[in-house]
């Protein structure tokens, strides 16, 4: 079976588990500390959190920012449930905002229609989260003006794109935004076991997250808001819980960053290939800007003409020999949960539309030319007998 994505674990990875198993720490020890100082030179962000999943890191960053019960947040339907999910569980509104057609991340034209409609209703977000869909980054420049206009903060989910650039800067940096959101599961860019983090410029930001993740604990004697009693001292001084990654995932972290910049030119060079050796099929690729460089979590191919039928044979021809292919996604505002908020089929078509026609193919670092090509075999002869 070759599956959509997959973890790449060399002989290095498990030495790193290894020595920290028979380490003193097993959590809240010297490794954890170490991957937030190396994302933080990683990214360029001043700022750096690792927790236990980016779900978890995006519930840490709506927390921080300190809205109110009513205040909305927007972000797209073509992104995983957590993504929205955060707004909720902290307490907010949620609203999506379509994706745009050529390169299915959040369409920046029906954003700014949106915000000019918002405004006159006042009911304008609080907060954006954008996702960086496949690995291919929303345009910051864009965005970022129109947060200064329109006054939200921007959340960056960039579950796909660690490894990424825009503008010549990494993905992270947060240059252009508040937040940005990383996931270590399994299937992302790399891995440890399950995990997440955020990195941040904002001092202010970090503080409150820092406390989030801890049980709202400080057991730092400057920041101590009644008198230190003594050495065993230590407060509680917000509402908190415990989202922290242990340090055994944290030693296996710090191993696989060693090699992302390899790991992800390995996934260009496989979409290199796909795009090459699909083109003259009755396909469709993610468009992609010059000033981009994607990380290519995932390699979306999309139908030319919709049609679902089609679409949906593709897909089982695929899984039924061995192909284990996935969509990402489908729309949030349609799923059970999210139709009783109220949303409804049709209020945001290009999404619809986009998750009728879309599939993921395998891409990963170690998916070799051998199984790459049997994948290229199969949806070309598919297409071979559809004629
Ligand atoms: C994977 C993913 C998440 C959640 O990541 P976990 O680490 O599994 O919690 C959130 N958003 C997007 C876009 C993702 O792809």
Request: glycine share 4%.
């Amino acid at each position: 079976m070759i599956n959509y994505s997959k973890q790449s674990i060399n002989y290095s990875d498990i030495k790193a588990v290894n020595r920290t198993l028979k380490s003193d720490f097993l959590t809240q020890g010297p490794r954890t500390n170490e991957f937030e100082q190396k994302l933080k030179k990683y990214t360029g962000a001043k700022y750096s959190i690792v927790v236990n999943s980016a779900s978890s890191a995006l519930l840490v960053s709506c927390m921080s920012l300190g809205l109110k019960k009513k205040d909305i947040v927007w972000t797209v339907p073509n992104t995983f449930v957590a993504s929205a999910n955060c707004a909720l569980v902290s307490g907010h509104k949620i609203d999506f905002v379509d994706i745009d057609d050529n390169n299915w991340n959040i369409s920046l034209e029906k954003l700014k229609i949106k915000l000019a409609k918002a405004k006159i209703k006042k009911k304008l977000p609080k907060a954006i989260i954008i996702v960086h869909l496949a690995g291919l980054p929303v345009d910051p420049i864009e965005l970022k003006k129109l947060s200064k206009k329109y006054k939200f903060y921007i959340i960056e989910d960039a579950s796909h794109s660690i490894g990424a650039k825009y503008y010549g800067k990494k993905v992270g940096c947060c240059k252009w935004s508040d937040l940005c959101i990383f996931s270590f599961h399994p299937v992302k860019i790399i891995t440890t076991g399950e995990g997440g983090s955020i990195t941040t410029n904002s001092k202010n930001l970090y503080e409150k997250m820092l406390l989030f993740k801890n049980n709202g604990i400080t057991k730092d004697k400057k920041k101590f808001q009644n008198k230190n009693l003594g050495p065993w001292y230590y407060e509680q001084q917000s509402l908190g819980y415990n989202f922290r990654i242990s340090d055994i995932q944290a030693s296996l972290g710090i191993n696989q960053l060693r090699r992302i910049d390899l790991m992800v030119k390995k996934r260009n060079k496989i979409a290199k290939k796909y795009r090459n050796d699909l083109k003259t099929l009755p396909l469709k690729f993610q468009k992609i800007d010059k000033v981009f460089f994607s990380s290519f979590h995932l390699f979306i191919i999309r139908l030319k003409e919709n049609n679902k039928e089609i679409h949906k044979k593709l897909f089982i021809y695929l899984r039924k020999n061995n192909i284990f292919v996935n969509l990402h996604y489908l729309p949030i505002h349609l799923q059970p949960f999210y139709k009783k908020l109220g949303f409804r089929k049709g209020d945001f078509p290009n999404s619809e539309r986009y998750a009728e026609n879309a599939i993921s193919i395998p891409i990963y670092p170690d998916l070799n030319l051998t199984n790459q090509n049997r994948v290229i075999y199969l949806i070309k002869k598919f297409f071979k007998k559809k004629k």
